[in-house]
Protein backbone atom coordinates (compact mmCIF):
# COMPACT_ATOMS: atom_id res chain seq x y z
CA UNK A 1 0.00 0.00 0.00
CA UNK A 2 1.74 3.69 -1.18
CA UNK A 3 0.69 6.50 0.86
CA UNK A 4 1.10 10.10 0.14
CA UNK A 5 1.54 13.02 2.21
CA UNK A 6 0.37 16.22 -0.17
CA UNK A 7 1.22 19.92 1.68
CA UNK A 8 -0.09 22.54 0.89
CA UNK A 9 3.06 25.54 1.93
CA UNK A 10 3.21 29.17 2.10
CA UNK A 11 6.22 30.74 3.97
CA UNK A 12 6.17 27.57 6.80
CA UNK A 13 9.32 25.24 7.93
CA UNK A 14 8.43 21.97 6.26
CA UNK A 15 11.43 20.37 7.93
CA UNK A 16 9.11 18.41 9.91
CA UNK A 17 8.68 16.44 6.94
CA UNK A 18 12.00 14.51 6.92
CA UNK A 19 10.60 12.39 9.70
CA UNK A 20 7.94 10.81 6.94
CA UNK A 21 10.21 9.70 3.37
CA UNK A 22 8.65 6.49 3.82
CA UNK A 23 5.31 8.33 2.76
CA UNK A 24 5.35 9.50 -1.29
CA UNK A 25 5.64 13.45 -0.05
CA UNK A 26 3.74 16.25 -2.58
CA UNK A 27 5.14 19.83 -2.02
CA UNK A 28 2.87 22.70 -3.57
CA UNK A 29 4.38 25.80 -2.45
CA UNK A 30 2.61 28.81 -2.70
CA UNK A 31 4.64 31.35 -1.37
CA UNK A 32 8.17 32.17 -2.30
CA UNK A 33 11.13 29.89 -3.75
CA UNK A 34 11.74 26.60 -2.00
CA UNK A 35 14.87 24.38 -1.71
CA UNK A 36 14.11 20.82 0.02
CA UNK A 37 15.84 17.43 -0.47
CA UNK A 38 12.88 16.23 1.29
CA UNK A 39 10.98 15.14 -1.92
CA UNK A 40 11.44 15.82 -5.50
CA UNK A 41 7.81 16.54 -5.95
CA UNK A 42 7.86 20.10 -5.58
CA UNK A 43 5.30 22.63 -7.51
CA UNK A 44 4.98 25.87 -7.68
CA UNK A 45 1.45 27.13 -7.74
CA UNK A 46 -0.42 30.65 -7.67
CA UNK A 47 -1.21 31.84 -4.41
CA UNK A 48 -4.80 31.21 -5.19
CA UNK A 49 -8.09 29.57 -3.88
CA UNK A 50 -6.80 28.70 -0.11
CA UNK A 51 -5.40 24.90 0.77
CA UNK A 52 -8.83 23.65 -0.65
CA UNK A 53 -7.27 25.06 -4.22
CA UNK A 54 -4.13 22.97 -3.62
CA UNK A 55 -6.17 19.82 -3.04
CA UNK A 56 -7.92 20.16 -6.08
CA UNK A 57 -5.13 21.05 -8.03
CA UNK A 58 -3.65 17.89 -6.77
CA UNK A 59 -6.72 15.48 -7.01
CA UNK A 60 -6.66 16.70 -10.61
CA UNK A 61 -3.35 15.46 -11.85
CA UNK A 62 -2.98 12.35 -9.84
CA UNK A 63 -6.35 11.42 -10.60
CA UNK A 64 -5.42 8.24 -12.57
CA UNK A 65 -2.97 7.85 -10.04
CA UNK A 66 -3.51 8.37 -6.54
CA UNK A 67 -2.13 6.46 -4.11
CA UNK A 68 -4.10 4.20 -1.25
CA UNK A 69 -4.81 7.09 1.10
CA UNK A 70 -4.05 10.71 0.63
CA UNK A 71 -3.24 12.95 3.66
CA UNK A 72 -3.84 16.90 3.07
CA UNK A 73 -2.39 18.96 5.73
CA UNK A 74 -0.95 23.01 5.49
CA UNK A 75 2.72 23.74 5.95
CA UNK A 76 1.97 23.87 9.61
CA UNK A 77 0.19 21.55 11.67
CA UNK A 78 1.26 22.11 15.38
CA UNK A 79 0.04 25.45 15.27
CA UNK A 80 -3.80 23.60 14.64
CA UNK A 81 -4.33 21.97 18.02
CA UNK A 82 -7.21 18.90 17.54
CA UNK A 83 -7.48 20.21 14.11
CA UNK A 84 -5.28 18.04 12.77
CA UNK A 85 -2.91 15.46 14.45
CA UNK A 86 0.61 16.23 14.19
CA UNK A 87 1.86 12.84 13.14
CA UNK A 88 0.49 11.95 10.25
CA UNK A 89 0.68 8.50 10.68
CA UNK A 90 -2.08 9.10 13.40
CA UNK A 91 -4.71 9.35 10.36
CA UNK A 92 -4.29 5.96 8.42
CA UNK A 93 -5.88 3.05 10.72
CA UNK A 94 -9.17 5.16 10.67
CA UNK A 95 -8.38 5.99 7.12
CA UNK A 96 -8.07 2.63 6.08
CA UNK A 97 -11.41 1.49 8.17
CA UNK A 98 -14.17 4.26 6.98
CA UNK A 99 -12.05 5.41 3.96
CA UNK A 100 -11.72 9.11 5.65
CA UNK A 101 -10.88 10.59 8.76
CA UNK A 102 -9.88 14.11 10.49
CA UNK A 103 -8.07 14.54 13.87
CA UNK A 104 -11.52 15.88 15.29
CA UNK A 105 -14.94 16.13 13.62
CA UNK A 106 -17.65 18.67 14.01
CA UNK A 107 -21.50 19.16 13.46
CA UNK A 108 -22.82 21.88 11.02
CA UNK A 109 -26.82 22.20 11.30
CA UNK A 110 -29.14 24.87 11.10
CA UNK A 111 -27.51 27.82 12.33
CA UNK A 112 -24.70 26.94 10.47
CA UNK A 113 -25.85 27.85 6.77
CA UNK A 114 -25.59 31.42 7.14
CA UNK A 115 -25.15 32.73 3.99
CA UNK A 116 -21.58 34.19 4.50
CA UNK A 117 -21.05 31.21 7.36
CA UNK A 118 -21.02 34.13 9.66
CA UNK A 119 -17.49 35.25 8.69
CA UNK A 120 -18.28 38.91 8.58
CA UNK A 121 -18.46 38.73 12.79
CA UNK A 122 -15.52 36.34 13.22
CA UNK A 123 -12.42 37.80 14.85
CA UNK A 124 -10.33 36.43 12.47
CA UNK A 125 -11.91 36.90 9.33
CA UNK A 126 -13.81 40.33 10.52
CA UNK A 127 -11.06 42.57 8.66
CA UNK A 128 -9.88 41.01 5.92
CA UNK A 129 -13.95 40.37 4.71
CA UNK A 130 -14.71 44.50 5.54
CA UNK A 131 -11.40 45.46 3.21
CA UNK A 132 -12.34 42.52 0.80
CA UNK A 133 -9.62 40.26 1.30
CA UNK A 134 -12.09 37.78 0.91
CA UNK A 135 -14.27 37.35 -1.95
CA UNK A 136 -17.96 37.48 -1.92
CA UNK A 137 -19.99 34.88 -3.06
CA UNK A 138 -23.16 35.10 -4.76
CA UNK A 139 -24.74 32.07 -3.84
CA UNK A 140 -23.95 31.58 0.17
CA UNK A 141 -22.82 28.73 1.47
CA UNK A 142 -26.28 26.56 1.69
CA UNK A 143 -26.75 27.15 -2.44
CA UNK A 144 -23.23 26.23 -2.71
CA UNK A 145 -23.28 22.76 -0.82
CA UNK A 146 -26.69 22.30 -2.65
CA UNK A 147 -25.24 22.94 -6.06
CA UNK A 148 -22.85 20.18 -5.65
CA UNK A 149 -24.81 17.85 -3.33
CA UNK A 150 -28.59 18.19 -4.39
CA UNK A 151 -29.52 15.74 -1.31
CA UNK A 152 -27.19 17.37 1.42
CA UNK A 153 -29.18 17.17 4.32
CA UNK A 154 -29.13 19.90 7.36
CA UNK A 155 -27.25 18.02 9.66
CA UNK A 156 -23.89 17.97 8.48
CA UNK A 157 -20.76 15.82 9.62
CA UNK A 158 -17.55 18.32 9.32
CA UNK A 159 -13.81 18.79 9.47
CA UNK A 160 -11.54 21.20 10.21
CA UNK A 161 -8.65 23.04 9.52
CA UNK A 162 -8.68 21.90 5.81
CA UNK A 163 -6.17 18.56 6.88
CA UNK A 164 -7.98 15.48 6.43
CA UNK A 165 -7.51 12.09 5.14
CA UNK A 166 -8.67 9.72 1.88
CA UNK A 167 -8.17 6.52 0.16
CA UNK A 168 -8.71 6.85 -3.50
CA UNK A 169 -11.48 5.27 -3.53
CA UNK A 170 -13.74 7.97 -2.25
CA UNK A 171 -11.74 10.38 -4.08
CA UNK A 172 -12.93 8.76 -7.24
CA UNK A 173 -16.33 8.36 -6.57
CA UNK A 174 -16.96 11.46 -8.37
CA UNK A 175 -15.40 12.16 -12.01
CA UNK A 176 -12.63 14.36 -13.11
CA UNK A 177 -14.86 17.27 -13.90
CA UNK A 178 -16.51 17.67 -10.62
CA UNK A 179 -12.80 18.35 -9.16
CA UNK A 180 -12.19 20.69 -12.15
CA UNK A 181 -15.87 22.74 -11.81
CA UNK A 182 -14.90 23.66 -8.19
CA UNK A 183 -11.40 24.01 -8.76
CA UNK A 184 -12.57 26.86 -11.63
CA UNK A 185 -14.33 28.71 -8.55
CA UNK A 186 -11.34 28.89 -6.32
CA UNK A 187 -8.67 29.96 -8.72
CA UNK A 188 -9.98 33.41 -9.59
CA UNK A 189 -9.29 34.68 -6.08
CA UNK A 190 -6.53 34.41 -3.63
CA UNK A 191 -8.86 33.57 -0.39
CA UNK A 192 -11.94 32.92 -1.76
CA UNK A 193 -14.84 32.72 0.75
CA UNK A 194 -15.77 29.32 -1.45
CA UNK A 195 -12.64 28.55 0.32
CA UNK A 196 -13.89 28.28 3.63
CA UNK A 197 -17.29 26.69 2.51
CA UNK A 198 -14.72 23.49 1.09
CA UNK A 199 -13.22 23.74 4.71
CA UNK A 200 -16.29 22.56 5.86
CA UNK A 201 -17.70 20.22 2.83
CA UNK A 202 -14.69 17.39 2.24
CA UNK A 203 -15.82 15.48 4.70
CA UNK A 204 -19.43 15.19 3.29
CA UNK A 205 -18.22 14.71 0.31
CA UNK A 206 -16.41 11.61 0.83
CA UNK A 207 -18.31 10.32 3.26
CA UNK A 208 -21.88 11.14 2.94
CA UNK A 209 -22.33 11.54 6.51
CA UNK A 210 -21.28 7.64 7.56
CA UNK A 211 -19.60 9.82 10.10
CA UNK A 212 -22.14 11.93 11.13
CA UNK A 213 -22.84 9.45 14.66
CA UNK A 214 -19.13 10.20 15.69
CA UNK A 215 -19.13 13.83 14.84
CA UNK A 216 -22.34 13.85 17.28
CA UNK A 217 -19.89 12.40 20.05
CA UNK A 218 -17.18 14.74 19.48
CA UNK A 219 -19.03 18.01 19.66
CA UNK A 220 -20.69 16.81 22.54
CA UNK A 221 -17.13 15.59 24.21
CA UNK A 222 -15.70 19.09 23.29
CA UNK A 223 -18.92 20.77 25.47
CA UNK A 224 -18.47 18.77 28.36
CA UNK A 225 -14.89 19.40 28.21
CA UNK A 226 -15.77 23.41 28.05
CA UNK A 227 -18.21 22.99 30.83
CA UNK A 228 -16.11 20.47 33.24
Known amino acids: MNNSIIVSRYDEDISWLESYKDFNIYIYNKGSNLETKISEKVYKLPNVGRESHTWLYHIIKNYNNLDSVNIFLQGRVDDLGKMAY ?120 FTENILLKQAIIDVIKTKLKIFF
Not at 142 to 163: E, Q
Request: net charge positive; aromatic share 16%.
Open 86 to 205: TNPRDYLEKTIKFGFSARRLGLLGPLHWKKNIGIEKDVRYKAKWENGEISRSSKGFRDFAKNLFPKIPIFVATSYGGCFAVTNQKIKKYDLSFYEDILTTLEKHPNPIEGHFMERLWCYL
